[in-house]
């Protein structure tokens, strides 16, 4: 049996036999110089509660029930009383003291040995004891790592959400946009992203984007690619000129096969007019007060981070007085009831249809309730992220 030296059990023996521990010693003398077992001695159970302080990595203990000073029975139940499962205590007493040896069981003994002891059977009951002990401490290790993982993706979450706009009316002053947006990620941390920022006193960029994959990889590629948009959009080219710049940028850098698909619009606040290029992301919808939508048009562009010196075209529309445009991940039209059915982009329509002189948060809050609603309670598959940007003119 090999035993990491990180997890080194001591064995105790616990008996009033003098010449015991000799015996022991010799008996077991190979293993001892291997350092595969390595011996503690008590003479009674009050010795052995002494033996544990001095020696905090006693993981068997072998004790016999009857002692003077405190018994066996009346150790176990000492010891029952510190609560350390990887305690494991293996009792030892004559073939036909069956009645205490059950009692010791039920007090939480291991296993047990009788009297006269049979060395062979002294040492598989040990070896398997052991591996118990071992098993068991690797398992409240990795018990451990497992918080202290959990412990940095909590932190990884506050930092993620810490990157994306929180703080909702974002520009107080301005009164000729409405904007909100929300990002709910299906595991602690998210590859969904969203953004907005003024370019100059005129014009806002909106940005949605959507990494391949989850978990910590998705958030920090989900975090470069953000921060990349931003740095380049905020320099005011044109949306296609963004995204292939921040294209070759990612895939010089993108590792694991990942990619982002990104929308990326800039909005004239004075005239409405909305500028935009898209790598492989939903079509936003275009709405009005009057429950009025239209799908504005793909453009056929592939994902970012995949292929080098890909163009990528701008196009543009108008928005007019009241209308805003809504952006959204694929975790909304994807999302998952119990029955394996899908939300769909029907659902979202039929949806979008109802509403009616919405605000920028009422807007994105209705989507999603409505897709919870459907979800009714099955696990969340993917992040769930939507903007919303109503010009007011």
Do not use: W
């Not at 062979?120 to 040990?126: A, F, P, W, Y």
């Not at 018990?143 to 990157?163: K, T």
């Not at 990612?250 to 500028?275: H, R």
């Not at 992301?281 to 793909?298: T, V």
Request: aromatic fraction near 10%; hydrophobic fraction near 40%.
């Amino acid at each position: 049996m090999e035993m990491d030296l990180e997890l080194k059990v001591k064995i105790m023996v616990v008996d009033d036999e003098v010449d015991l521990e000799p015996l022991i010693r010799q008996t077991f003398r190979s293993q001892i110089k291997s350092n595969k077992y390595d011996f503690v001695f008590a003479f009674n159970g009050l010795d052995a509660l002494s033996k544990l302080v001095e020696y905090p990595d006693i993981g068997v203990i072998l004790s016999d029930i009857n002692m003077p000073e405190m018994d066996g029975l009346t150790l176990l139940t000492k010891l029952k009383e510190l609560k350390n499962p990887s305690l494991k205590t293996v009792v030892v007493s004559a073939y036909g003291d069956m009645d205490n040896i059950r009692t010791a069981m039920n007090r939480g003994a291991f296993d047990f040995l009788t009297k006269p002891i049979n060395f062979e059977d002294l040492e598989i009951t040990i070896n398997k004891t052991l591996d118990e002990i071992i098993l068991q401490r690797k398992s409240l290790i990795e018990h451990d790592n497992l918080i202290s993982i959990q412990r940095d993706l909590n932190v990884a979450r506050e930092i993620q959400q810490g990157i994306l706009p929180q703080v909702f009316p974002p520009f107080p002053g301005r009164k000729e946009f409405d904007i909100f947006a929300t990002m709910v990620a299906a595991k602690e941390v998210g590859g969904d992203f969203y953004d907005f920022f003024m370019i100059d006193n005129e014009r806002i960029g909106i940005v949605i984007g959507d990494v391949s994959g989850k978990g910590i990889p998705a958030a920090i590629f989900m975090a470069v690619s953000r921060t990349l948009i931003r740095a380049t959009g905020i320099k005011g080219m044109p949306p296609g000129e963004c995204l292939s710049y921040v294209n070759n940028l990612l895939c010089n850098e993108s590792v694991s096969c990942m990619f982002v698909t990104v929308f990326y619009a800039i909005l004239n606040t004075k005239t409405g007019e909305l500028e935009y290029a898209n790598g492989g992301h939903n079509p936003p919808y275009i709405l009005n007060n009057k429950g009025e939508f239209r799908l504005l048009d793909s453009l056929g562009d592939i994902i970012l981070g995949v292929y080098n010196d890909v163009t990528f075209k701008t196009e543009k529309t108008q928005l007019t007085h009241q209308e805003g445009i809504l952006l959204f991940t694929d975790g909304v039209t994807e999302a998952f009831n119990l029955k394996g059915e899908e939300y769909t982009d029907n659902r979202l329509m039929e949806l979008l249809s109802t509403f009616d002189s919405f605000n920028a948060q009422k807007v994105v809050n209705s989507v999603v309730e409505d897709v919870k609603l459907f979800s009714h309670g099955a696990p969340q598959s993917d992040d769930i992220t939507l903007l919303y940007f109503k010009y007011l003119g």
